[in-house]
């Protein structure tokens, strides 16, 4: 029998843990092996707690409760089952089990909701396997791009072909859309990701809103050459133009109040003793308005052609993902604060998100909220990702009763 209880949704954590294609942290990414593993054990889970359980046309694995009648309207819940490389077991996941844990908790209680729940498992937000983000919850806010189909993985495979091998019909993916239906909002939990709920001393937070985030592809193009022979006055040493623009992120998003971070660097070919001929590499760029994030965005490419021209380089962008910053719902946010206030915080803390969350891609679907909780150190995306089970207790607690607050509510 299932007790629903923080040590049991930690213990859960630690079996999803073992559902990795790498050993120095997890390493679960979008229609794998690891990802079907994953599905299929959320799924049991998913039953175990009277929902049912079901895998979607985008590969997100689902629980459904229906509501008193059929044109109830549902209440999603949910956060993502995938990982970063090297990734701790919390992100994400712990917003998933969360979630089964209190549709069982109100199951065994006997308390029956006046809308229809669905618990959602994000198949991919973190992009890491065809470096486009948001994939799951893309396909469920009715945001499927076709365009998409011809974006590969390291291993050439294309999402396409990605698809078919996972045992999905690409043809069939707006299946897995949502629009249309009557849905009263979103609520996620998730980790903070961040030191400032530990910096408060405190376990819980509602979140504000979600920064916005650009992510681009960057190359410099110049000139490969010996090491040795090549004069200095003659090089087109491309790594050196890309420095350049590493440090100018830095310094340009920090002095504007924004987030700059170069996560990849290749340099090609890559050898000791040859001058870099080309330099590929990444731009995750965030802030807490999509105007100030623009205007960042544009001084590093300034920045990036001059320093290409300074050095007869060529410099090619390709953005890969933008998501527009979005605010969380009235109504839901003080559902979720109302939570919080049961648990004995009298004042929860509020912040703003400045990780991205499959919220930020459900806001085009519905009203969105979210609880954050507590992680130690901020450390997160990292193998290290830790969590109190006391936190957790708490969380579960505060979730719970946010969700009866939204049906409170309503009726
Ligand atoms: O990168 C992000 O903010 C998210 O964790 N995927
Ligand atoms: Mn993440
Ligand atoms: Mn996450």
């Not at 089990?97 to 669905?118: K, Q, S, Y």
């Not at 708490?394 to 969700?403: I, Q």
Request: with cysteine; net charge negative; glycine share 12%.
């Amino acid at each position: 029998m299932s007790a629903f209880d923080a040590a049991e949704v930690l213990e859960r954590c630690d079996v999803l843990a073992t559902h990795t294609a790498a050993n120095d942290g997890i390493e679960r990414t979008y229609l794998t092996p690891e990802h079907a593993r994953t599905n299929w054990t959320v799924g049991e889970w998913m039953d175990d707690a009277g929902l049912t359980a079901w895998q979607d046309a985008a590969g997100n694995q689902r629980g459904s409760l229906p509501g008193p009648t059929s044109g109830s309207p549902v209440l999603l819940l949910g956060s993502h089952l995938d990982t970063v490389p090297g990734a701790g077991r919390y992100d994400g996941i712990l917003g998933v089990l969360m979630a089964i844990a209190v549709m069982g908790r109100l199951r065994d209680r006997g308390v029956t909701l006046p809308f229809g729940i669905e618990v959602l498992g994000f198949g991919d937000e973190e992009g890491t396997r065809f470096g486009r983000t948001l994939l799951g919850s893309c396909a469920v806010a009715g945001r499927w791009d076709d365009a998409w189909w011809s974006l590969r993985g390291p291993n050439g495979v294309t999402l396409h072909d990605a698809f078919r091998a996972f045992g999905l019909d690409p043809d069939s993916v707006g299946e897995a859309s949502m629009v249309g239906q009557p849905i009263i909002g979103y609520l996620e939990a998730h980790i903070e990701q961040g030191p400032l709920l530990q910096d408060a001393d405190r376990a819980l937070g509602v979140v504000e809103g979600i920064m916005g985030a650009r992510r681009f592809e960057l190359r410099m193009t110049g000139e490969a050459g010996h090491a040795g022979g090549m004069p200095y006055g003659r090089r087109r040493d491309a790594l050196l133009g890309a420095s350049e623009v590493v440090t100018a992120v830095e310094e340009l998003a920090r002095d504007a109040g924004a987030i700059g971070t170069v996560g990849r660097l290749q340099a090609h070919p890559g050898a000791m003793n040859v001058i870099p001929g080309r330099v590929d590499f990444s731009l995750d760029l965030r802030a807490e308005t999509d105007g100030l994030r623009d205007r960042v965005w544009r001084e590093i490419e300034e920045k990036a052609l001059k320093a290409a021209a300074a050095r007869n380089l060529a410099f090619d962008v390709s953005e890969l993902h933008a998501a527009r910053a979005t605010s969380v719902a009235a109504a839901l946010a003080a559902a979720v604060e109302a939570g919080i206030r049961s648990t004995g915080d009298p004042e929860p803390m509020r912040l703003m998100s400045k990780a991205g969350h499959d919220a930020m891609a459900i806001a085009d679907l519905c009203d969105y909220a979210m609880l954050f909780i507590r992680c130690k150190d901020g450390i997160s995306h990292h193998r290290d990702e830790a969590v109190r089970e006391d936190d957790v207790a708490v969380a579960l607690d505060a979730f719970e009763a946010a969700v009866l607050a939204v049906a409170a509510a309503q009726v």
